[in-house]
């Protein structure tokens, strides 16, 4: 259902990408040392973290959709917590935890 | 009906919880969580053990520059004490004398300290950088109101049932950094 998927993610600058619903969307993303937030716009409100693929899209095209969700990374005991929030949903939110392989 | 594999497991309990007992809220704006009536006991300041190593570029240890201290001087002083404080037997032996003079001398220590001045380089790590170490081969092992979420999301059932059956891995590879 989900095949593997190269996505690019940038840090400081504003990038567009389609997600997994096929809508277009954008992300905001900063790098703070020991955690990154990001805030995504558009689309239905997905998680930057199911896979998606990153394309090259002209500025004017960006429709804005869904509502904003917001996902931070940190490190905690050597896991990853990856915690998104639909902001415009409630603030309903979701962790994933990672482990190093 | 689509089976979850039995390595994974969604928690059922409350995400505000969660992220309370392990310590994760507070980069989270206040905003979107839901403490009411809850305890932050477990929020601590966030360590940033694993964060920036970020120092000022010659940056001062201690004072700048050499310094020297000092104590006041070596002095002697001169007392002249009244004829009643001297012991009669001292009267006795010294008879002709009308005063005496006792000596006190005051030691001083000159001290001189010397600061060093310690230059060190500005290391920026960035978050991404610690998920690229080994492989950068993270497995997902557990998921917190995935379900919620995935509801929230409006995605249909089918979508819903697979999106959180899944277990991803998410493999990280640095590109480049400007």
Redesign the interface.
Known sequence: MFPTQLNQLYFGKEFTFIDQFGDLVTCNAQDFGDYTESVTTGGRGKQLTVPFRSVDTRAELIIFLGGQMRTFMQIVNNQLFLTSILEDKNNVKAVRIFEQQ | MISKNSDFCEAEED??D??MR???LH???K????LKGKSMTNSTT?T?????IESAENSDIGSSGDKTVSDPGVSVEEVTLPREWVPKEKLLLESNSKEVSTRRTKSTTTTSTTTTRTTSTTT?????D??T???G??????????D???K????NWIYRN??SS?I???IYTK?GEK
């Open positions: 995400v505000d969660f992220l392990n310590d994760l980069r989270l704006p905003a979107t969580l839901n966030p940033p053990s694993s964060g920036n920026k790590i960035h978050f991404m610690k998920l170490t080994g492989n081969r993270w497995r997902q092992v557990k998921t917190v109101g995935l919620e979420f995935l929230a999301e409006g995605g697979v999106a899944a991803p891995d998410f590109k």
